[in-house]
């Protein structure tokens, strides 16, 4: 069983579009991440759930907008393509929302803007 | 910004025991230290986790000295497949505080 999955793996579209990609986590964890690995492999935070709840918002456009369906879930959805938004974007888990808490990271979906 | 400083990079061979030493001057009081490994196309992965003193698991070791500025991860006897990024994170035991990941240690393991 794949602990955190992620949907699509690849996703290859144009300027302006809009996208989502899905993130699911069967640990039963209450806290949720998404994260930016740019090309230069530096990885950012972007948002975190806990319990469905926003509690990290980093310095991230406003066309990028998480969705927390429920716990298992969070999703991302990116508005208005641009060619920087080309990067691996990782969502992952954690049991609290404490820093100290070990991170599940899914596998990344690769976004290629052209 | 990152909290932490580290080798950019480091060769080693296969059988032998790495140290990756992760500069962290001012560690507050209620950081942990832990250690996360990103293999290529793959998110990073838990290693180990440490407040002071010295903590071993079944993958690697983690040395914090007194006066916590520092810490070493150890790699004993590394294999072709620890070829990897190793990170260093200094991350506060409070709600709501994110990961924050530095440049990481690239770490090539030759035959």
């Known amino acids: 069983d794949t602990a955190v999955s992620q949907t699509p793996k690849y996703l290859v579209t144009q300027m302006g579009n809009d996208k989502s990609i899905k993130c699911e986590q069967n640990l039963g964890h209450d806290t949720m991440y998404w994260y930016k690995q740019d090309s230069k492999k530096f990885l950012k935070i972007m948002f975190s759930?806990?319990?469905?709840?926003?509690?990290i918002n980093e310095t991230v456009p406003n066309r990028f907008s998480p969705k927390s369906p429920d716990k298992a879930h969070l999703n991302l959805h990116i508005n208005s393509l641009e060619l920087g938004d080309s990067a691996v974007y990782f969502c992952?888990?954690?049991?609290?929302?404490?820093?100290?808490?070990?991170?599940?990271f899914g596998p990344g979906t690769r976004l290629t803007v052209t | 910004l990152a909290k932490t400083t580290q080798p950019i990079s480091m060769d080693s061979y296969e059988g032998q025991e790495v140290n990756i030493t992760c500069s962290h001057n001012?560690?507050?009081?209620?950081?942990?230290i832990t250690w996360y490994q990103q293999f290529p196309s793959q998110g990073p992965r838990f290693i180990i986790q440490?407040?002071?003193t010295k903590v071993t698991n079944e993958v690697a070791s983690l040395f914090i000295p007194a006066d916590r500025k520092s810490s070493t991860l150890s790699l004993p006897r590394v294999s072709l497949s620890d070829t990897a990024v190793y990170y260093c994170l200094a991350q506060a035991n409070q709600a709501g505080t994110a990961l924050i990941f530095g440049k990481g240690t690239t770490l090539s393991v030759s035959s």
């Open positions: 001012n560690i507050a009081t209620n950081d942990y």
């Open positions: 759930y806990n319990n469905k709840e926003l509690i």
């Open positions: 440490g407040y002071k």
């Open positions: 992952a888990s954690s049991q609290e929302a404490s820093g100290r808490d070990e991170q599940y």
